[in-house]
Nanobody
Framework: QVHVVESGGGLVQAGGSLRLSCAAS????????MAWYRQAPGKQRELVAN???????NYADSVKGRFTISRDNTKNTVYLQMNSLKPEDTAVYLC????????WGQGTQVTVSS
């Protein structure tokens, strides 16, 4: 059975930092491309960052220079380090694993106060 579980969300003041984690089990993690998406109330889900199985990364323009995605294949975990957070970063952050199948976590809430 496949499980994708996010953690690390919370409430933070503008300018602060958070580190999200996404642990996956039941999949051959190292073959999967991993991504973080976010969805704010009334808005479409958007890609925040992704990292391929070989380690190539890609970021949304809105988070470039502030967020860093990384993965640890020994722990089947992908991370999202978020610095210089802004109120507009407030959203539910969801983890996605994609290879032969596509799996999603339940999400973790990030709230940035001004």
């Amino acid at each position: 059975q496949v499980h994708v579980v996010e953690s690390g969300g919370g409430l933070v003041q503008a300018g602060g930092s958070l580190r999200l984690s996404c642990a996956a089990s039941g999949i051959f993690f190292r073959f999967y491309a991993m991504a973080w998406y976010r969805q704010a109330p009334g808005k479409q889900r958007e890609l925040v960052a992704n990292i391929t199985s070989s380690g190539s990364v890609n970021y949304a323009d809105s988070v470039k220079g502030r967020f860093t995605i990384s993965r640890d294949n020994t722990k089947n975990t992908v991370y999202l380090q978020m610095n210089s957070l802004k109120p507009e970063d407030t959203a539910v952050y969801l983890c996605n694993a994609e290879w032969r199948n596509d799996y999603w976590g339940q999400g973790t809430q990030v709230t940035v106060s001004s």
